[in-house]
């Protein structure tokens, strides 16, 4: 299994960015993707989940409203898009896989490379 992240970058406080996960090697339908973020300074934290079978979203209380996670089971992509972006967003955010029900705990099976958001005030 590779899982691939890829879209953060710089932006200013009210922007927006869509990140991206590229997987492969998953079997999917039985398949929970997850996005994590891991600041400075502290502990990695749940950001949003996505049951690959039938596309239920799960989120963290920080995120929602404000973050869509969504699949394309076509090219087997997740997204994390990100509105309204705030300072405290700021971190390395990586993409997850397991297999079994959702958890936003980090007990997932595998893990991609993180990609850094900055988030300007």
């Known amino acids: 299994v590779q899982l691939q992240a890829f879209g953060g970058g710089l932006v200013q406080a009210g922007g927006s960015l869509r990140l991206s996960c590229a997987a492969s090697g998953l079997t999917f339908g039985s398949s929970v993707m997850g996005w994590f973020r891991q600041a400075p300074g502290k502990e990695r934290e749940f950001v949003a989940a996505i049951r690959w079978s039938d596309g239920s979203a799960y989120y963290a209380d920080s995120v929602k409203g404000r973050f869509t996670i969504s699949r394309d089971n076509a090219g087997n992509f997740v997204y994390l898009q990100m509105n309204s972006l705030k300072p405290e967003d700021t971190a390395v955010y990586y993409c997850?896989?397991?297999?079994?029900?959702?958890?936003?705990?980090?007990?997932?099976?595998?893990w991609g490379q993180g990609t850094q958001v900055t988030v300007s005030s």
């Open positions: 997850a896989a397991r297999y079994g029900s959702y958890t936003s705990t980090y007990r997932y099976d595998y």
